[in-house]
Structures are given as C-alpha cells and as structure tokens.
T-cell receptor, first 113, second 108 residues
Framework: EPEVTQTPSHQVTQMGQEVILRCVPI?????FYWYRQILGQKVEFLVS????????KSEIFDDQFSVERPDGSNFTLKIRSTKLEDSAMYFC???????????FGSGTRLTVV | GIQVEQSPPDLILQEGANSTLRCNFS?????LQWFHQNPWGQLINLFY???GTKQNGRLSATTVATERYSLLYISSSQTTDSGVYFC??????????FGKGTSLLVTP
C-alpha cells in the first residue's frame, strides 16, 4: 500500500533555530497537508496546499511557518524561529481528490529545548 | 468549525471483549475517518466512512450522516488494539477536524 514518508522521525532543536520537516506524499496525490499534535492533545490542522499554493491555513500557521514543494516529490514545513511551544508531533498527509480519505505519514516528533 | 465529540474518553477492556466507540458531529460532513494512534504515535487510517457501513476484519464502522454520528465497533479485542481512536470530520472547509479521541487499553 502506498505510504506518506516523513523525515526525520525525531528532531531536537534549540529555541530560536530554524527547522525543516520533510514529507514525500503519495506520488499521484494532489492535495497536501500539515497537522500537528501537542503531547496529550488532539490533532490540529495547520495548512493545506494544492497546485503549488496554500489553499487554507489555520490560526496556528502564523508568519514563522512556511510550506514549500521544492520539486515533484517533496513537501516541506519550515519553522523559522522555533519556540518551546512548537514542541509537538507534526504529521504530513495527502490525498488524490477532495472526495477521498487522507493518508497520514508516521510523523516527526519535534522537541524544542 | 464543526464540533466533534467522542465517547467514552477512556475505556479499559479485557482481551476478547467487544466495544463500541461513538463520534457525534455538529454539522453535515463530506468526509469522516476513523484513525488508530498506536503507542509510537502513528496515525493509522481505519475507515473512510462519510456514510454507510464498512467492515475490516474485527473492526466495523457505521455512519448515520442524517443523525450526525458514527460508531466504531471492535470485536474480540486484542492487546494490540490498545491506543487512542480518533474520529475526524471534514465539512465545507477542506480540513479535518479531529475529536479528542477515545483512549483504549486492552488487558490480557
């Protein structure tokens, strides 16, 4: 079964540093997403991406966040200047149409110290 | 956004028992999915079920869209079923809203 691949699985970074989380969506999918889950809390939507632009974003997705699809396969989430409260599990997801289910990656656990 | 409420919040079962998890949502939906989050944090897609009934082995799910609820049935539970079960819905905006989950522990 096709998978969404995320790297790294764990990342520890110092407060104020920039991090880039990487995702390889399923190859024929057109819609890409980032979600996050702070420890012990529910999964929250960050941003959706279609046709090389952001289609929707939440209040969480402020100016310190950005997304990019630098080539035909990768989809990245950049956090410019990390804060302690950015510590969370970050999930990438993709789907081929708006009328089908999402496939989630295994997540990147980000710890900001 | 759409409100999603899951019940019960916590559940402890003995191996072999059956259970029903419930998801209520506040508005009409285009998408409803059930996920299992395993102890490693991975979100495993169980069902894409905006309406109707589906079965996959010991798991089955039913969504009654007109009454705004979905049920996930786990039969003959195993210790590997432990984890958190999330219901997530998508309404007119194209983003999934997750419930707070049901934390399931299956004991030997």
């Amino acid at each position: 079964e096709p998978e969404v691949t995320q790297t790294p699985s764990h990342q520890v970074t110092q407060m104020g540093q920039e991090v880039i989380l990487r995702c390889v969506p399923i190859s024929n999918h057109l819609y890409f997403y980032w979600y996050r889950q702070i420890l012990g809390q529910k999964v929250e939507f960050l941003v959706s991406f279609y046709n090389n632009e952001i289609s929707e974003k939440s209040e969480i997705f402020d100016d310190q966040f950005s997304v990019e699809r630098p080539d035909g396969s990768n989809f990245t989430l950049k956090i410019r200047s990390t804060k302690l409260e950015d510590s969370a599990m970050y999930f990438c997801a993709s789907r081929d149409t708006l009328h089908y289910g999402y496939t989630f990656g295994s997540g990147t656990r980000l710890t900001v110290v | 956004g759409i409100q999603v409420e899951q019940s019960p919040p916590d559940l402890i079962l003995q191996e072999g028992a059956n259970s029903t998890l419930r998801c209520n949502f506040s508005d009409s939906v285009n998408n409803l999915q059930w996920f299992h989050q395993n102890p490693w944090g991975q979100l495993i897609n169980l069902f894409y079920i905006p309406s109707g009934t589906k079965q996959n082995g010991r798991l089955s799910a039913t969504t009654v869209a007109t009454e705004r609820y979905s049920l996930l049935y786990i039969s003959s539970s195993q210790t590997t079923d432990s984890g958190v079960y999330f219901c997530a819905v998508e309404g007119s905006g194209y983003a999934l809203n997750f419930g707070k989950g049901t934390s399931l522990l299956v004991t030997p």
